[in-house]
C-alpha cells in the first residue's frame, strides 16, 4: 500500500541554524501539507501546497518557513533559522486529486529538537 | 472558524470491551467531512474513519464506528472488542468541503487497554 514517508525520523539542531524536512507524498496525490505537533498538544495546520505553490497557510507559517517541490516527488520544509519553540514533530501529509477535503495521509513525522 | 472538541483527555478500557471517545465540534460550514486518527506511542497519525456530513449513515470500519449527531455536532467513536494494539492517542478532527486542506484537530484522548 502506497505511503508518505519522512527523512530524517529525528533531527537536532543548534538554535539559529537552518533545517530542511523531506517528504515524498503519495505518487498520484497532488495535495502536500505540513503540520506541526509541539509535545503534548494538539497537532497543528502549517500549510498546504497545490500546483507548485501555496494554497493556505497558517499564522504560524512565517518568514522563517518555506516550502518547496523540487522535483516530481520530494515535498520540503525549510526553517531558516530555528528557534527552540520549533522543537515539535512535523508531519507531512498528502491527499489525492479533488483538493483538502479529501483524506488527507500521514507521514511518519520528523520528531525536530532545537538546542 | 471552525473547532473541535475532545472532553476526555484519558480513557481506559478493559481488553474485549467496548470503548467510545467523544467529540463534538462547532462549524458555521454546511458541508464538511471529520475524521478520526490513532496515534500509536510511535507517534504516527494513521487514519481510522471518516465521515462526510452530508451522509446520514454512521461510517463503519471493521470494529471501529461512529456516532454521527449532525444537529448535536457530536462524532464520537466507537471501539467494539478492544485489543492491546488500540492503545493510542485518538484525535478527532474536520475539514470543511472545499478547504484548502486545513484539517482542525481536538486535544486528543489517551486510551488505555488493559489486559
Known amino acids: 500500500e502506497p505511503e508518505v514517508t519522512q527523512t530524517p525520523s529525528h533531527q537536532v539542531t543548534q538554535m539559529g541554524q537552518e533545517v530542511i524536512l523531506r517528504c515524498v507524498p503519495i505518487?498520484?496525490?497532488?495535495?502536500f501539507y505540513w503540520y506541526r505537533q509541539i509535545l503534548g498538544q494538539k497537532v497543528e495546520f502549517l500549510v498546504s501546497?497545490?500546483?507548485?505553490?501555496?494554497?493556505?497557510k497558517s499564522e504560524i507559517f512565517d518568514d522563517q518557513f518555506s516550502v518547496e517541490r523540487p522535483d516530481g516527488s520530494n515535498f520540503t520544509l525549510k526553517i531558516r533559522s530555528t528557534k527552540l519553540e520549533d522543537s515539535a514533530m512535523y508531519f507531512c501529509?498528502?491527499?489525492?486529486?479533488?483538493?483538502?477535503?479529501?483524506?488527507?495521509?500521514f507521514g511518519p513525522g520528523t520528531r525536530l529538537l532545537v538546542l | 472558524a471552525q473547532t473541535v472538541t475532545q472532553s476526555q483527555p484519558e480513557m481506559s478500557v478493559q481488553e474485549a470491551e467496548t470503548v467510545t471517545l467523544s467529540c463534538t465540534y462547532d462549524?458555521?460550514?454546511?458541508?464538511?467531512?471529520l475524521f478520526w486518527y490513532k496515534q500509536p506511542p510511535s507517534r504516527q497519525m494513521i487514519l481510522v474513519i471518516r465521515?462526510?456530513?452530508?451522509?446520514?449513515q454512521n461510517a463503519t470500519e471493521n470494529r471501529f464506528s461512529v456516532n454521527f449527531q449532525k444537529a448535536a455536532k457530536s462524532f464520537s467513536l466507537k471501539i467494539s472488542d478492544s485489543q492491546l494494539g488500540d492503545a493510542a492517542m485518538y484525535f478527532c478532527?474536520?475539514?470543511?468541503?472545499?478547504?484548502?486542506?486545513?484539517?482542525?484537530f481536538g486535544k486528543g484522548t489517551k486510551l488505555s487497554v488493559k489486559p
Open positions: 505518487s498520484n496525490h497532488l495535495y
Open positions: 465521515q462526510e456530513a452530508y451522509k446520514q
Open positions: 462549524t458555521s460550514e454546511s458541508d464538511y467531512y
Open positions: 478532527a474536520s475539514i470543511p468541503r472545499g478547504s484548502q486542506g486545513n484539517l482542525i
Open positions: 501546497f497545490y500546483n507548485n505553490e501555496i494554497s493556505e
Open positions: 501529509a498528502s491527499s489525492g486529486t479533488s483538493g483538502g477535503e479529501e483524506t488527507q495521509y
